[in-house]
T-cell receptor, first 114, second 113 residues
Framework: NAGVTQTPKFRILKIGQSMTLQCAQD?????MYWYRQDPGMGLKLIYY???????DKGEVPNGYNVSRSTTEDFPLRLELAAPSQTSVYFC?????????????FGEGSRLTVL | KNEVEQSPQNLTAQEGEFITINCSYS?????LHWLQQHPGGGIVSLFM???GKKKHGRLIATINIQEKHSSLHITASHPRDSAVYIC???????????????FGSGTQLTVLP
């Protein structure tokens, strides 16, 4: 099983550029999440989705947008990149019926904005 | 908002030693997660606890709800256990959502051969 797949793994952007981080899961999970991880800090929730067509803001949504047109895919769009968006981004998913609450994470995407 | 504190921030041990990593939180929770972040960056779930104790191989996780404290123990540590261990707490009552998770900043564990 592929699990949660994130691309790209690394990217360097110039200030003002835009890009999309891709996230796909093959476990038929309803819940999907985007987090950012800054050095010395805990993961912060950017956006989440409880199912296709439904998205909502997390703790740090400014500067980002998401969409959820299918169950499998949850891309994160950065518009007008800023140095403050330099971070490692993680996509995660969780099933609707699981009682364990286990989150499945992608391998992460390291983004640098110069 | 829940505050999650982990200690120590960094821990170096010799192979075979018994390891303890601690997690404290400030507000009542419905569940607590322990995660492992590999040196390459990938994150995997180790445990989810709402009470008592869970064991998986050489890993043991305990939680004391009254004291708002959890510990992750590693017995007979090995260099392959070197990783960042992250505690996360869920404050909401909805069992289906992880949006109320608050993450600690992690404990960097290095096990020397």
């Amino acid at each position: 099983n592929a699990g949660v797949t994130q691309t790209p793994k690394f990217r360097i952007l110039k200030i003002g550029q835009s890009m999309t981080l891709q996230c796909a899961q093959d476990m038929n999970h309803n819940y999907m999440y985007w987090y950012r991880q800054d050095p010395g800090m805990g993961l912060k929730l950017i956006y989440y989705s409880v199912g296709a067509g439904i998205t909502d803001k997390g703790e740090v949504p400014n500067g980002y947008n998401v969409s959820r047109s299918t169950t499998e895919d949850f891309p994160l769009r950065l518009e007008l990149a800023a140095p403050s968006q330099t971070s490692v981004y993680f996509c995660a998913s969780k099933g609707w019926l699981t009682n364990t609450g286990e989150l499945f994470f992608g391998e992460g995407s390291r983004l640098t904005v110069l | 908002k829940n505050e999650v504190e982990q200690s120590p921030q960094n821990l170096t041990a010799q192979e075979g030693e018994f390891i303890t990593i601690n997690c404290s939180y400030s507000v009542g929770i419905s569940a607590l997660h322990w995660l492992q972040q590999h040196p390459g960056g990938g994150i995997v779930s180790l445990f989810m606890l709402s009470s008592g104790k869970k064991k998986h191989g050489r890993l043991i996780a305990t939680i004391n709800i009254q004291e708002k404290h959890s510990s992750l123990h590693i017995t007979a540590s090995h260099p392959r256990d070197s990783a960042v261990y992250i505690c996360a707490v869920r404050s909401g009552t909805s069992s289906g959502s992880a949006r109320q998770l608050t993450f600690g900043s992690g404990t960097q564990l290095t096990v020397l051969p």
